[in-house]
C-alpha cells in the first residue's frame, strides 16, 4: 500500500501516541491508588477530571517532542533514515523519558506522604538531602520502582526500534508541492492547538484542574510535570513562623479571636452576626473595575462622572474611607473572596496553586444558590481555580455561556454583563449569592453600539479631564459607561421580585495613582493613597430604609465577613476581616495596604494617619492624611503612634502569609477542617 502522509510524520504521531497513553495509564493508576473509599469521586467529577488531566498531557507530550518535530526534518539527523539521527533521538527520548518518570515517581511519592501533588514547596527537602534520602529509602519500595523504570525503558527501547523500521520501510509517494504545504501548515496547527488546550480566549491552565470544590478532583486532573513548573514559576509564599508568634498577641486581639492560643497560633472566631432579618436575604457584590473614589461624582468632582452611583449612595449606606489593600483586579477578587490581602511578590496569588486552597466565609450560607458572572473568561489571571476550587456549588458565568456578543478583549460590556446576570437571578426561587465582575472600564475602552442610550460626551477640555483625574476622553467615557451600566442594573433589579429582599455591595476592586485630583485630598496624590481609597456602599432596602455615612475605616478584607453579618448568619472567621457594625472593633479600625513592584512596602492607614515601610523595615514613616501637605513624616513628633502602627503593620503582614498557608476549607459549625 502507498501512503501520501510523509513517513515522519507518520512516527512522530504514533510516539506523540505512545507518551499519551503512558501519561494516561499513570493518571489512572494514580486515581485508582488514592480515590478516597470514604468519600470517592463520582463519575460526574472523574470523567471532567480526566478529560482535562489529557488535555494536560497532551501539552507535556507535544513540548517534550517538540524538539524532535522542529529539527527531526533536518536530513543528515532525520530519525528514520540516519544512523545519526536514530542514536540522536532515541537518546533525547531517553533522557525525556527518565526525567517524566522522576517527575511521576516523585509525585506518587509526595501525595502518599502529603495528601497533595507535587510542588516547587517539595524542593525544601533538598536543604537535608541525606536525610531526606534516608526518608525516601526506608519509607518506599525504592528497588521496585528501579524495577519498573528499568522495564519501560527497555519497552521504549524496543518500540523505538521497531517504530524507526516500521516507518521507514513504508512505501510512500511524495505528494504535490501545495499538498505538502498543506499537511504542513495542518499539522502545525494542530501542534499548536494541543499545546494551547482549549478553544477560547485563555489557553488551558491549572486552574482548569479546579472545577470542582472535592479535594481530588484537581489532583486527578493535574500533570505533575506541568504542575511543578507552575507552581516554580510563582514560588512558594514563605512565611516567618517566630515573627507571627511575637505578633500573635496583637493581631489576636485586633481581629477579637475567641480563646487566644500563642502555641497553636490559632485565629479562628466563631461569628455571631449583628443582624437577623426576619426572612433570608439575598446579596449581589459587585466589584467595580477601577472605580476610585476620586473619579465619583459625590468625591466633588465637578465632571459629574458617576450621576447613577451618585443616585445610589443617597440611597444607601457609603463608607468613604474604604481601602483594597492592593492594586490590581487578580489581587483584589482574591482579597474579596478570602478575606485576606494578596501579598505574593511574585504574580498574584490567583495565580499560586499552592496558596489557593482557602476558607471560605461565604460557604457559610448553606442552601443558597452562588453564582459568579464575569464579561471575560474564569482562565483569566487563573481565578476559576481560587474560586470553584473553594466555593460550594459555585456557579461560574463567562464568555461563551452568554446571548450578548463579545465586545471586546474583555468580554461581554458592562451593560450586557448586567442584564445577563439579571435575567439569571430574577429566575431565582430561593436565596443567592451572586459575585459581580465588571471590566470594560479598560483600555481599549470600547463602548458598544448596544448601549442603551449612553451619550458620549466630548465636551471636556482635555486639561479640565486631566486636572480632575481622567488622561482621556475615551477613558472618561469608559467610565461613565460603567455608571451607566450600573444604573440601568438597578433600575432593572428595583422593578424585579428580589430586590426588597437583597442586600447589595458595590465597591471598586482597587483605585489608581493619578498625578492631579485639584477637588480631593491632597494625600491621594502626594502619599499614593489614590490607588487603595475607593467607595463601598451597601444598599439594603429591608435593613437600611435611609441613606447614611459612615466614616468608620474599612478595608476589603471585611467585606465577606460584615456580608455574613448583615444576612444573619453565623460563621466561622480564619482570616483578617472584622464585621463593620461591630462596635467592639471600633477603637481600632486600620486598613492594611500593600505596594508591589521593584521595591515593595506595607502600611496601615487609620482615621488620621498612614504608616509606612519598607518590607526589609527601612524607609518607616508616618503621615497626617488630612493636611493640605501630607508628605512631612511625623514619627518623631508622634512616637507612640508611629510604634503602636508599626507593629500593626508588620504583624498583619506576617500573620497573612502565615495565613494563607494555614488557612484550608473548614466546617461552619464545628471550625473542623473538610475531608
Avoid at 177 to 199: D, E, M, P
Avoid at 363 to 391: C, D, M, P, T, V
Wanted: glycine fraction near 8%.
Amino acid at each position: 500500500m502507498i501512503h501520501r502522509i510523509p513517513p515522519f510524520i507518520r512516527f512522530f504521531l504514533a510516539v506523540t501516541l505512545f507518551y499519551l497513553a503512558l501519561f494516561s495509564a499513570a493518571r489512572l493508576v494514580f486515581w485508582l491508588v488514592f480515590d478516597n473509599p470514604h468519600d470517592p469521586l463520582g463519575l460526574g467529577e472523574l470523567v471532567p477530571a480526566l478529560y482535562v488531566g489529557l488535555k494536560f498531557d497532551l501539552r507535556l507530550t507535544l513540548l517534550m517532542l517538540a524538539p524532535l518535530w522542529l529539527l527531526g526534518w533536518i536530513k543528515w539527523i532525520h530519525p528514520l533514515f540516519t544512523r545519526v539521527g536514530r542514536r540522536l533521538w532515541g537518546g533525547y527520548l531517553g533522557v525525556v523519558t527518565l526525567v517524566a518518570a522522576g517527575f511521576y515517581v516523585t509525585d506518587f511519592g509526595h501525595y502518599a506522604y502529603l495528601l497533595s501533588r507535587l510542588d516547587s514547596t517539595a524542593l525544601r527537602f533538598l536543604s537535608n538531602p541525606l536525610i531526606s534520602a534516608q526518608m525516601v529509602w526506608e519509607s518506599y519500595p525504592v528497588l521496585l520502582w528501579l524495577l519498573g523504570l528499568l522495564v519501560l525503558f527497555a519497552l521504549l527501547g524496543l518500540l523505538y526500534a521497531w517504530l524507526t523500521r516500521r516507518c521507514a520501510g513504508v512505501e510512500y509517494a511524495p505528494p504535490r508541492l501545495w499538498q505538502r504545504s498543506l499537511i504542513v501548515v495542518a499539522c502545525l496547527g494542530l501542534f499548536a492547538a494541543g499545546i494551547y488546550g482549549k478553544l477560547s480566549w485563555y489557553p488551558l491552565r491549572w486552574s482548569d484542574a479546579f472545577f470542582s470544590t472535592h479535594v481530588f478532583t484537581p489532583a486527578v486532573a493535574s500533570n505533575p510535570v506541568l504542575y511543578f513548573f507552575d507552581t516554580f514559576k510563582t514560588g512558594a509564599l514563605e512565611y516567618d513562623e517566630e515573627a507571627v508568634r511575637a505578633a500573635y498577641p496583637r493581631i489576636a486581639e485586633f481581629l477579637g479571636v475567641d480563646h487566644p492560643d500563642p502555641d497553636r497560633m490559632d485565629f479562628v472566631r466563631h461569628v455571631e452576626p449583628m443582624f437577623q432579618p426576619d426572612r433570608p436575604l439575598n446579596v449581589v457584590i459587585v466589584l467595580l473595575e477601577s472605580f476610585t473614589t476620586y473619579k465619583t461624582g459625590w468625591s466633588a468632582n465637578p465632571l459629574d462622572p458617576t450621576p447613577n452611583f451618585d443616585r445610589l449612595v443617597s440611597e444607601s449606606l457609603l463608607f468613604p474611607n474604604f481601602f483594597t489593600p492592593t492594586a490590581g483586579t487578580a489581587r483584589s477578587v482574591f482579597t474579596a473572596v478570602t478575606g485576606l490581602p494578596d501579598v505574593q511578590l511574585r504574580s498574584t496569588a490567583s495565580r499560586n496553586p499552592t496558596i489557593i486552597n482557602q476558607h471560605m466565609i461565604n460557604n457559610a450560607l448553606e442552601g443558597y444558590e452562588k453564582f459568579f458572572f464575569l464579561g471575560g473568561s474564569a482562565s483569566w489571571g487563573n481565578i476559576r481555580g481560587l474560586l470553584q476550587g473553594n466555593i460550594q456549588g459555585l456557579q461560574i458565568y463567562e464568555e461563551g455561556d452568554y446571548a450578548s456578543p463579545r465586545n471586546d478583549v474583555w468580554g461581554i460590556s458592562d451593560l450586557a454583563l448586567f442584564r445577563e446576570a439579571h435575567a439569571v437571578l430574577r429566575e431565582q426561587t430561593g436565596p443567592f449569592m451572586a459575585i459581580l465582575l465588571t471590566s470594560g472600564n479598560h483600555r481599549p475602552y470600547t463602548i458598544p453600539e448596544d448601549n442603551d442610550g449612553f451619550v458620549i460626551r466630548d465636551d471636556v477640555p482635555q486639561d479640565m479631564l486631566v486636572s480632575h483625574g481622567f488622561h482621556s476622553p475615551a477613558e472618561f467615557n469608559s467610565f461613565r459607561f460603567m455608571d451607566h451600566a450600573v444604573g440601568r442594573f438597578m433600575d432593572m433589579a428595583k422593578a424585579a421580585d428580589y430586590y426588597q429582599d437583597t442586600v447589595f455591595i458595590f465597591f471598586g476592586d482597587h483605585g489608581h495613582l493619578t498625578e492631579a485630583a485639584v477637588h480631593y485630598y491632597p494625600s491621594e496624590i502626594q502619599l499614593g493613597l489614590a490607588q487603595f481609597r475607593v467607595p463601598l456602599v451597601i444598599h439594603a432596602p429591608a435593613l437600611f430604609p435611609e441613606a447614611r455615612v459612615l466614616d468608620a475605616v474599612a478595608s476589603e478584607m471585611d467585606v465577606m465577613t460584615t456580608m455574613a453579618s448583615l444576612i444573619g448568619h453565623a460563621h466561622v472567621n480564619t482570616t483578617l476581616g472584622r464585621d463593620l457594625f461591630n462596635p467592639r472593633f471600633d477603637p481600632d479600625r486600620h486598613a492594611f495596604v500593600m505596594t508591589h513592584g521593584a521595591v515593595p512596602s506595607i502600611g496601615v492607614i487609620n482615621d488620621r494617619f498612614y504608616f509606612r515601610m519598607h518590607l526589609d523595615g527601612a524607609g518607616q514613616s508616618l503621615h497626617l492624611i488630612h493636611a493640605e501637605d501630607s508628605r512631612p513624616n511625623l514619627m518623631d513628633q508622634h512616637p507612640e503612634t508611629a510604634a503602636g502602627m508599626r507593629d500593626l503593620t508588620r504583624g498583619l503582614y506576617e500573620t497573612t502569609r502565615y495565613m494563607m498557608n494555614h488557612n484550608p476549607h473548614r466546617d461552619h459549625g464545628s471550625g473542623s477542617v473538610d475531608k
